[in-house]
RNA sequence: GAGAGUGUAGCUCAGUCGGUAGAGCAACGGACUUUUAAUCCGUUGGUCCAGGGUUCGAGUCCCUGCACUCUCACCA
């Protein structure tokens, strides 16, 4: 520690000025770059060629003969890993020749290097995959060559040269010319195991995405979804619409919302809970077909399925019902899956999802006898079993027991995906009833390996009825759980006649979750809530 | 909010019974013009999460705190 440095051009002084420390090396060649009037964060780089295209430009790699004779490469990709193809011998059979193939310009993130002496072999990134550069001394020149031997792990470089193949038969881009683009400034991870610490993966997702493979995958996949949702309901006419983030009454579910503050009107207002109840509105102002995909805020504990921020489709159509919107709910989940690779065959932690519809639908009233034996209308029965498996019912309003007999002895086992359909009335009062039964509502939810993903139901259109129905649930309930919270411009609005009506409700989270393999819901937010940085953290 | 686990080099991780802190990768110096996690030789790098305690002696045992992970709770 109290040695003197013996060498470098470390003034001694502080441990940061230490060659061999990562980011002082760094530092050095960032200044050598300068010194060489190299910019190293680099500037435009016009006709870019994107990995993937060179992929696609494979097949215009050929040989051409020295009597001028163009040969087909052999099928490098065909052959077999444990037995490669050896080039080099398959050159030598066909006699002096060259080589040809169309001249490319890649920009990425250097991801992988290996020098040999005169040759440096680089492995770059961008965001449609990764490529091989070879830089040789003598085919790029000194120059270039003293700067690639600047290049370190995660910086942005570009190459421009021919697109051929290794000895290996690796499909490589031959540098002509080499360009910094950008200099990183700080230590690359670990180069095989990336970045594993959840924790930094989600604080730094930029690194996360940039060094850890898959992740960019993940992502891409959440908007290819999402786009094909969206297209989907475009094309059946539905209209996009962006509701207030911004509530005076956080309403439309059960759910604690953020509180916030206006300053001028001094004012308290709520981040939404739901999307629900202005996109109804807009439905009695004539919009017969409208959804909003956006974020809604819940005050609520983290998990591997919550996030306090996330996003939800909620879709309205006039004229419709809850089975109309079961029809939909299978062609949005379709939608999603044609846009993901089409495999209607997930795995998810190890559990496999079948994922062809027409889905599953059973009633609830069924899929309770069947996990319990008894009957749900029977009320006695009802809570004899409420107590066997330690549920309290004191005070409690008969459906609510119901349900969390429900939710502990069916959801979890709902393996699905599977429509649960028609559930107690009194626990759904934004709810139709059924006409021939208004002990049960007119309601589904979209179960898959336990997972609620979807909820939907024929919307109550009754103003005297809503209305009756928001002042039973706040007689009944702590203000703060009940999703029915008195909002009497709704009940005016209502007055004002909705149509009839289908909405649904999809938890797009979870979807790509189910989508995509994540186990966790952090896993498809690109910057999930965190705890804010402490010192221990850089 | 409860329980369990984890916290060691820039990154990924070992560290036995309490006895002077280890590896791989990265970095630095050197060799190498077809590599594939390139290889080979050499070197540097540590507030062992923080604070307290037990002990001749603590990365290791005890207590408190912090952070993260998992499970549970909250949660249409």
């Not at 040969?71 to 080039?87: K, N, V």
């Not at 059973?362 to 996990?371: I, P």
């Not at 009944?476 to 009940?482: A, I, L, N, P, V």
């Not at 909405?503 to 896993?523: A, E, H, K, N």
Request: net charge negative; proline share 5%; aromatic share 8%.
């Amino acid at each position: 520690m109290n040695q003197i440095p013996a060498n470098g051009p470390a003034k001694g002084e502080n441990d940061a000025t230490d060659a061999t420390d990562p980011r002082v090396a760094r530092r050095n060649k960032l200044n050598q770059l300068i010194e060489r009037g190299i910019d190293p964060y680099g500037s435009r780089f016009d006709n870019r060629t994107f990995v993937s295209e060179c992929r696609s430009r494979k097949n215009e790699v050929k040989f051409v003969t020295a009597e001028g004779q163009t040969l087909e490469l052999p099928d490098f990709d065909a052959a077999d890993p444990d037995a490669p193809i050896d080039y080099r011998q398959w050159k030598t059979d066909n006699g002096p020749g060259a080589e040809t193939g169309p001249i490319v310009r890649v920009a990425g993130r250097v991801m992988l290097c290996r020098p040999t002496g005169k040759l440096i072999f680089l492995n770059i990134r961008d965001w449609t995959g990764n490529i091989q550069i070879f830089v040789g001394k003598k085919q790029v020149g000194d120059d270039d060559f003293d700067l690639a031997k600047l290049f370190d792990l995660g910086d942005l470089v570009a190459a421009e040269g021919r697109l051929g193949r290794t000895n290996t038969g690796e499909l490589t881009v031959f540098a002509e010319k080499l360009f910094m683009m950008t200099k990183m400034l700080e230590p690359a991870p670990e180069k095989h195991a990336g970045m594993t610490n959840l924790d930094l993966r989600q604080r730094m997702r930029y690194a996360d995405l940039a060094f850890n493979d898959g992740v960019m995958d993940t992502f891409m996949d959440r908007t290819r979804i999402i786009k094909a949702i969206r297209q989907t309901l475009d094309d059946d006419q539905f209209c996009e619409v962006e509701g207030p983030t911004l509530h005076t009454i956080a309403g439309g579910a059960a759910a604690r919302p953020f509180i916030t503050h206006h300053n001028t009107l001094d004012m308290q207002l709520y981040m939404r809970i739901a999307l629900e109840l202005h996109l109804k509105r807009l439905m009695v102002g004539g919009m017969e077909r409208v959804y909003e995909l956006g974020r809604v805020y819940r005050n609520e504990g983290l998990s591997p399925r919550h996030n306090p921020e996330f996003t939800m489709l909620e879709a309205y159509q006039a004229y419709g019902d809850y089975e109309v919107m079961m029809d939909l709910t299978e062609r949005l989940i379709a939608s999603a899956i044609e846009a993901t690779g089409g495999n209607y065959q997930r795995e998810f932690d190890g559990r496999m999802i079948d994922f062809s519809v027409p889905f599953q639908r059973e009633t609830y009233a069924h899929l309770f006898h069947k996990a319990t034996g008894i009957d749900p209308s029977d009320d006695n029965a009802v809570i004899e079993f409420a107590k066997g498996i330690g549920i309290k019912t004191d005070g409690k309003h008969l459906d609510v027991v119901r349900n969390e007999i429900f939710e502990e002895k069916v959801e979890d086992s709902l393996d699905g995906p599977i429509f649960v359909i028609d559930y107690p009335a009194s626990i759904c009062p934004l709810t139709k009833r059924k006409r021939d039964n208004p002990e049960v509502a007119e309601r589904f939810e979209l179960f898959i390996l336990g997972m609620e993903i979807a909820n939907a139901y024929t919307e109550l259109n009754d103003p005297d009825l809503q209305e009756a129905l928001f002042e039973t649930q706040l007689s009944g309930q702590e203000e703060e759980d009940s999703m029915a919270k008195m909002d009497h411009d709704f009940v005016r609005a209502l007055r004002y006649a909705m149509p009839p009506a289908g909405g649904l409700g999809v938890g797009i989270d979870r979807l790509v979750m189910l989508l995509t393999g994540q186990r966790s819901i952090r896993d498809v937010i690109l910057f999930p809530v965190l705890r804010p940085e402490t010192d221990s953290a850089k």
